[in-house]
């Protein structure tokens, strides 16, 4: 009987053991398993979109700024440098006057706006305004554009614009 006892408590001690190890499992184990599947589908679904975001820009990735920061002095080349640009797509430059030099956040350079009159089509116009990032003498921005549509021909446009031409000068390098 003693015996009988002792089968039933390493029994009894066994089963607990086993219900305890499941439990643990199910309570523990399970929702981790179940985390960690989560987690791993979402990596990959994230390396997939890494990789065609990798695709896209990869042509573009070793492309440089062709632009430089210039002087004040080279705000002159850039003039001739935009209208060679915009001459052969077509805008007929009306006026071309730069503006007084502005400080700009950044002590290093200073901004040299150019405002311009133009008479030209809507291709040439998004032509010449999708050629400025090419200019080599400076680097550009356009800061405000106004397009009206002429009074006697629509399909010609009479733009007002200024450009930001940024040129070196500011606290560290003058």
Known sequence: M?????????????????ISAVSA??????????????????SRALQTELSQTRKLISPYK???IKAAISDEKGISLTLNELT??????????????????EASQDPRYKIAPIEMEIESSYEALGMFLG???????????????TVV????????????LVL???????????
């Open 84 to 101: 060679r640009y915009g001459l052969p797509k077509g805008i007929k430059f009306v006026s071309i006057t730069p503006r007084q030099i």
């Open 149 to 160: 549509p002429d009074d006697k021909n629509p399909m010609k446009l009479e733009t007002k």
């Open 131 to 145: 050629s400025l990032n090419k200019l080599k003498t400076t680097l550009v921005t356009l800061r405000s554009l």
């Open 25 to 42: 499992y199910f309570i523990l184990y399970a929702p981790l398993i179940k985390r960690i599947s989560k987690a791993l589908d979402e």
């Open 62 to 64: 070793n492309e440089t």
């Open 2 to 18: 003693n015996e009988l006892i002792k089968n039933r408590s390493g029994l009894m001690i066994g089963a607990v053991l086993v």
């Open 164 to 174: 930001n031409a940024y040129i070196a000068g500011g606290a560290d390098n003058e």
